[in-house]
């Protein structure tokens, strides 16, 4: 696998409105637009308070359906809720719902999704949880989440690496291709857990 195809160019230092506004709108896995960075700081910082009400406007009470379907499921064996939970739950909910569940049984659910969902669905969870989730899931569905991560989302699976205990980033370690260091390689997000591997290899 091409581990250069996954590199990012850094934020400029003079564009810390758009840093914020990528992150508060990361959750739609749809570019900011260029346009946006024409503009001056303060208006700027006028997209992202408009858009931060409109998020949480049009997301008003999903915290309250999450907690209400991880509390609800607790009670549905898993041979029913997960063929349900594919064809009906999108992955962006389901992840809400995981949240509320916290990480124990969460990974209970993690360890009997499809791969291609679970993989889906990990995009919205933060990468410190779900370096929790894999701590704990089982090594077999471990090692092909992070084979398929690599293989499919390479930046994102190093996002999570960051947080990984050794053991688990040894499995990442096992499968990664780095690259020769470089100029490109010393201004790279992932410098620091890229030598962390390094040194696994």
Not at 31 to 54: E, I, Y
Not at 89 to 96: K, V
Not at 139 to 145: A, D, T, Y
Request: proline letters at 6%; glycine letters at 2%.
């Amino acid at each position: 696998m091409d581990f250069l195809q996954t590199q990012q160019t850094p934020p400029r230092m003079n564009e810390p409105q758009i840093n914020e506004l990528e992150q508060l709108l990361a959750w739609t896995n749809l570019p900011v637009p260029d346009v946006l960075q024409q503009l001056p700081s303060h208006q700027q910082q006028q997209v992202v308070s408009w858009a931060n009400t409109l998020v949480n406007h049009k997301t008003e009470g999903f915290e309250d359906l999450y907690s209400a379907i991880s509390m609800i499921v607790k009670y549905i064996p898993h041979f029913m809720v997960i063929p349900l939970m594919v064809e009906y739950i999108r992955p962006q909910i389901a992840a809400g719902v995981c949240r509320k569940m916290g990480v124990d049984q969460a990974t209970g659910y993690a360890n009997d999704l499809p791969l291609k969902y679970f993989s889906e669905v990990s995009k919205h969870i933060d990468a410190d949880v779900m370096a929790q989730i894999l701590e704990k899931m089982k090594k077999g569905n471990v090692e092909k989440f992070i084979h398929y991560e690599l293989e499919h989302h390479q930046s994102r699976m190093l996002e999570i690496a960051q947080h990984l205990n050794r053991h688990i980033l040894e499995v990442v370690a096992k499968h990664v291709t780095l690259p020769d260091y470089g100029t490109d390689l010393a201004i790279n997000p992932y410098k620091e857990v890229i030598d962390k591997i390094r040194t696994l290899q």
